[in-house]
């Protein structure tokens, strides 16, 4: 079964085209939408292993330029 988790990202203001493009290139993102309200991007991850979610958010998602907060919520 795999483990799944929604991101909710902040982004700088005139950079979620780029972002979005960038996220749905990314392995392991199934889905990356632009939403209204206090958030600008929800992401959802999808991998093999619950530990999986960590490595990306932190080695992936945290580089990206433009990208200035994310909340991890894992689906129980």
């Given at each position: 079964?795999?483990?799944r988790a929604y991101v909710l990202i902040e982004v700088e203001a005139g950079h979620?085209?780029?972002v979005l493009a960038t996220l749905?290139?990314?392995?392991?993102i199934t889905l990356a939408d632009p939403v209204t309200g206090p958030y600008d991007?929800?992401?959802t991850i999808e991998?093999?292993?619950q530990r999986d979610i960590?490595?990306?958010?932190?080695?992936?998602?945290?580089g990206i330029p433009g990208i200035k907060r994310t909340v991890?919520?894992?689906?129980?």
């Open positions: 079964m795999l483990a979620v085209s780029s749905r290139a990314i392995k392991g991007v929800i992401v991998v093999p292993d960590g490595r990306l958010v932190m080695n992936e998602l945290h991890t919520c894992l689906a129980i």
